[in-house]
């Protein structure tokens, strides 16, 4: 489990650039931000950054410092490879903040500045030509455990996108936001999208890009067995930790609160209509995990 995003490779790129509950998880994550503030001038810790979409959200947001980190050195190879930053700005596959939409729909700028009933797009999606020219030093990436990070710090805020539930065991948990805690500031925030336990095998979540096939009992909680719906599928599994679970490990490892927020759906377009997000807010994937250091 430790390294199998080393064999789902670009697959994992296409997920994130497609799937709908990883638009829902990018809108929950920079309406979070933009609750916050913003980025501008803070030091900021993407772990399990992937091929980097995150971190390069932050560095656009105007973070002085954003460091990706990643236990799949394929990831942090494909962070570097996405991540070419030249005059016009950080050249990847989305070429706006948020762009995230699904196969063969077409960009509109329109849709990400739109008003919706669950939250607007969040300011820190329109990429300013300011935010746009990122220094080159202002990006990191990183191979290595969230579980033993090393010193890097210290930071002012950690995200933390499908993290904790690749925790072996509760051990590993508790070491994560230990570790995590060690390179926040006194004050400092941690913004972790974290799966909801218990839908299978009552919710299909094959319409969103991801489909759970099996659920095992053993160890400190229970092994789920997934795919990711890219072409062709890829196969991965995580831990169902309960959200308890995540407030008890990040109590022990010293953050002085914890708080919980749904999921937020980007606004309706012809691809995924009102219908459509309505279905997916009655059992979403994910929650976003609030704390403070």
Not at 80 to 91: C, F, Y
Not at 187 to 192: I, Q
Request: with cysteine; proline share 5%; net charge negative.
């Amino acid at each position: 489990m430790r390294f199998q995003y080393d064999t789902i490779g670009e697959r994992f790129v296409e997920s994130k650039t497609t799937a709908a509950f990883a638009a829902a998880d990018t809108h929950t994550l920079l309406g979070a931000l933009d609750a916050l503030g913003g980025v501008r001038g803070l030091d900021t810790l993407d772990l399990a950054c992937g091929y980097g979409y995150n971190t390069r959200l932050l560095a656009r947001g105007g973070a002085r410092r954003a460091v990706g980190v990643d236990i799949s050195e394929e990831m942090i190879r494909l962070a570097r490879a996405h991540g070419v930053i030249g005059g016009n700005g950080v050249g990847a596959l989305e070429l706006a903040a948020g762009a995230v939409r699904p196969v063969g729909a077409a960009a509109s700028g329109a849709d990400e500045d739109t008003e919706a009933g669950h939250g607007a797009a969040a300011p820190i999606e329109a990429a300013s030509t300011e935010a746009a020219s990122i220094e080159a030093g202002s990006i990191e990436y990183v191979v290595a455990d969230a579980a033993k990070l090393p010193q890097m710090g210290p930071f002012d805020l950690a995200t933390a996108v499908y993290l904790f539930n690749y925790a072996g065991d509760r051990c590993a948990l508790h070491a994560m936001f230990r570790s995590i805690r060690a390179n926040l500031r006194d004050g400092g925030r941690l913004l972790a999208i974290v799966p909801n336990a218990g839908a299978y095998p009552n919710v299909d979540w094959s319409p969103y890009g991801v489909r759970i096939v099996d659920r095992v009992q053993e160890g400190d909680a229970p092994l789920l067995k997934a795919q990711f719906l890219t072409q062709p599928p890829a196969d991965f599994e995580f831990r169902e930790w309960a959200h308890a679970d995540f407030a008890e490990a990040a109590v022990e490892a010293g953050f002085s609160t914890v708080g919980w927020q749904p999921n937020r759906t980007p606004p309706a377009d012809g691809a995924r209509d009102e219908a459509y997000w309505t279905a997916y807010r009655a059992w979403p994937i994910s929650s976003l995990m609030t704390c403070t250091a």
